[in-house]
């Protein structure tokens, strides 16, 4: 979920993500992660979180011993110069103006609401938190304080704030989310200059228990919202790829039938196979695409409407999977000209 600045995504996705990880790491780091990809499927060796996984399941294999020709030293700090690069890439600012994350902030502020909205992004940039806090809209993202905040477990169990705040749950961590020696989880402005090692994508292998905390805890209030009677979803830019996130999807509507999620898609549906497959079982599922959707487990085509005019002006797309046509949307919900991106 990205927009575009001078006909470029601001924020690179995963296969460009890995492309810089791969031009710009140091030696020593280069010839072992150079290694470790010659042990990975093409697909995955493109894939940034495919790869972080591979390295830490490595990583967290005991004995001194080098492992898959690399050796534990190298491992043990692999994974750090990694978050570190795509902190560096990740970190950019919202542009100013009009754009779709301002859209969406101001699409909250445009009702009176009786629950918080909850936001669940699987983003590690901070482009959502700039939108709010330009908008001037409340939120809480599961951390306290102000200096340093620190990761509260109680405040997010506790759900108890007033319905004008929105809920920001980051599923896949933040590049401003550290763990520092004794296991204490802060959200920072800055890169440290101690040994605190950044929290970018949650591998949900075995590893240290008080680094997997806010990723367990953000997929709880994932799973709680989905298992709430009359719950609505609505994805946007979200690829059905992840696993751990399609299997809670497809648990929650299966065992909720008041549930509903919607899945706005960029591009065709044959995108999106497996996505497409299980919509075809829960009808609470919908899936809508550029040129198609499985609507109550039926899939059909787009079909020109009314024409206003000329019949070559009949729209037969869906292009709200796009973030920027959906920003548009909701700027049009909220009154006003729609806004314009570069």
């Known amino acids: 979920m990205s927009i575009q600045v001078d006909g470029h995504p601001l924020v690179p996705g995963l296969v460009e993500l890995t492309e810089f990880v791969k031009s710009e790491i140091g030696s020593p780091y280069s010839s072992a992660l150079a290694t470790l990809l010659g042990h990975l499927s093409e697909s995955d060796s493109k894939d940034l979180e495919a790869v972080l996984n591979y390295v830490r399941s490595l990583a967290s294999l005991p004995g001194t011993e080098d492992i898959r020709g690399v050796s534990v030293e190298v491992l043990s700090k692999l994974d750090e110069e990694i978050c570190k690069i795509v902190r560096r890439h990740v970190d950019q600012l919202l ?71 929105s809920l920001l749950w980051k599923l896949h961590g933040s590049i401003n989310w550290f763990q520092d020696s004794t296991g204490r989880v802060t959200r920072r402005t800055e890169d440290p200059d101690d040994n605190s090692t950044a929290l970018v994508y949650p591998s949900h292998l075995k590893y240290d228990q008080g680094r997997r905390l806010p990723y367990l805890a953000m997929m709880d209030r994932f799973k709680s919202f989905l298992r709430r009677p009359g719950a609505i979803l609505v994805t946007v830019g979200f690829s059905f790829r992840d696993q751990h996130i399609v299997e809670m999807i497809d648990q929650s509507l299966r065992a909720n039938a008041t549930s509903c999620v919607q899945g706005l898609l960029f591009g065709p549906l044959s995108d999106y196979g497996e996505a497409e497959a299980l919509a075809r079982t829960l009808p609470n599922l919908v899936l809508l695409a550029d040129d198609s959707a499985v609507v109550g487990s039926v899939k059909d085509v787009w079909r020109p409407g009314e024409p206003s005019g000329d019949a070559s002006s009949a729209a037969t797309k869906c292009e709200i999977g796009d973030f920027s046509e959906f920003g548009k949307l909701l700027r049009d919900l909220t009154g006003g000209m729609p806004y314009k991106e570069d």
């Open 95 to 165: 542009p100013e103006g009009d754009n779709a994350y301002f859209a969406f902030a101001l699409w909250i502020t445009a009702v009176r609401r009786l629950a918080p909205i909850q936001i669940f992004t699987t983003n590690y940039d901070l482009l959502m938190e700039q939108a709010l806090e330009r908008q001037k809209v409340a939120y809480f993202d599961g951390f306290m304080g102000s200096r340093e905040p620190i990761f509260d477990l109680v405040s997010i169990e506790e759900d108890q704030l007033p319905s004008r705040w």
